[in-house]
């Protein structure tokens, strides 16, 4: 069983608010990220990170910001939250080989964390 | 075109029926193949990776076919606990990028008394 938590895993929010989403896992795994789903929709990668002070922005342009100061937490940020954010944010860890320039290996399994979903109103 | 592409359904079966759910692929550099789980407001969760022609967990067979660029997922003998979505990932390499990670949008399984 993965070690991957989230909080809050629900929060609604009035537009303009600045919010931080915790993400936190026990493996020791360098590389995380963050990815945005809609229901129904694929997930889209949004953020990495290979390792402490590594951040890189995914495949999805997103007004969010991320930090990796420790190895085991990997928080994301909207400064100003508007209702175009609203939207499930899944959290994941990979113990995959890092390959530089890429935000996976070959063979890279993903550790998902439950989830926040974001309300903005 | 999508890279990823499956049956959203919902494919409803009676308990002990087998299910079967397909997932084609665009991209003929596609390395590695996975299916993962979801149930309803939960996280994905890696059910399995398929790597050469297929391979077999108990009840769950998945199947690879690289000439025809698609993936199978069998379940056999439904049980009312494998209601969920079923997410199809491909891993791409690229030569200016990388590895990507394609996901599909998912089939819906619902298995009924």
């Known amino acids: 069983e993965a070690d991957i938590y989230q909080t809050p895993r629900y929060l609604v929010i009035g537009t303009g608010k600045k919010i931080t989403l915790e993400c936190s896992q026990t493996m020791g795994h360098d590389k995380m990220y963050w990815y945005q789903q809609d229901p129904g929709m694929e997930l889209h990668l949004i953020h990495y990170s290979y390792g402490v002070n590594s951040t890189e922005k995914g495949d999805l342009s997103s007004e969010s910001t991320v930090s990796r100061i420790r190895t085991e937490h990997f928080p994301l940020t909207l400064e100003s939250a508007r209702p175009s954010h609203t939207s499930q944010y899944l959290c994941a860890s990979s113990d995959g080989s890092e390959q530089r320039g890429s935000p996976y290996s070959s063979t890279d399994t993903q550790y998902f964390g439950p989830g926040t979903r974001l309300t903005v109103l | 075109r999508k890279e990823v592409e499956q049956d959203p359904g919902p494919f409803n079966v009676p308990e002990g029926a087998t299910v079967a759910f397909n997932c084609t692929y665009s991209n003929s550099a596609s390395q590695s193949f996975f299916w993962y789980r979801q149930d309803c407001r939960k996280e994905p969760k890696l059910l399995m990776s398929?790597?050469?022609s297929g391979n077999e967990d108990g009840r769950f067979t998945a199947q690879l076919n690289r000439a025809s660029q698609y993936i199978s997922l069998l379940i056999r003998d439904s049980k009312l606990s494998d209601s969920a979505t079923y997410l199809c990932v491909v891993n791409v390499w690229d030569s200016n990028s990388g590895y990507a990670l394609n996901f599909g949008k998912g089939t819906s399984l619902l298995v009924t008394p």
């Open positions: 398929v790597y050469s």
